[in-house]
């Protein structure tokens, strides 16, 4: 599994209490499988996360996570567990500031 991270460096490190948003984008089998919908159920499960889940052109989905980087990173960790409906072959995320506004955790 890959598990490069791609880190732009614009909040790269701080504190794990920092609010922060979290791309992730996931390779594999993750389309037609529900994988939307658990990486939904799982950022509820994690609360305090806002973002969303969309399947890609591609056959990624792309998963956009906005809250503490703690919980964010207890997100990304999830994608990466392979406990994860379908077959995660990679997942390469980007981190940056929030620009809120999503109003809860989504599937797109």
């Given at each position: 599994m890959d598990t490069s991270t791609g880190d732009t460096g614009e909040t790269g490190g701080g504190a794990a209490g920092e609010t922060v948003r979290m791309t992730a984008w996931v390779r594999g089998r993750v389309q037609g499988v529900g994988?939307?919908?658990?990486?939904?159920?799982?950022?509820?499960?994690?609360?305090?996360?806002?973002?969303?889940?969309?399947?890609?052109?591609?056959?990624?989905?792309?998963?956009?996570?906005?809250?503490?980087?703690?919980?964010?990173?207890?997100?990304?960790?999830?994608?990466?567990t392979g406990d994860t409906p379908g077959r995660v072959d990679g997942v390469t995320e980007m981190w940056g500031t929030p620009r809120g506004g999503y109003g809860g955790f989504a599937v797109r």
């Open positions: 994988f939307r919908w658990y990486t939904r159920a799982n950022a509820l499960r994690i609360g305090g996360l806002e973002g969303f889940a969309l399947n890609l052109d591609d056959g990624r989905v792309q998963v956009v996570a906005e809250g503490t980087r703690e919980r964010c990173e207890r997100l990304l960790e999830w994608l990466r």
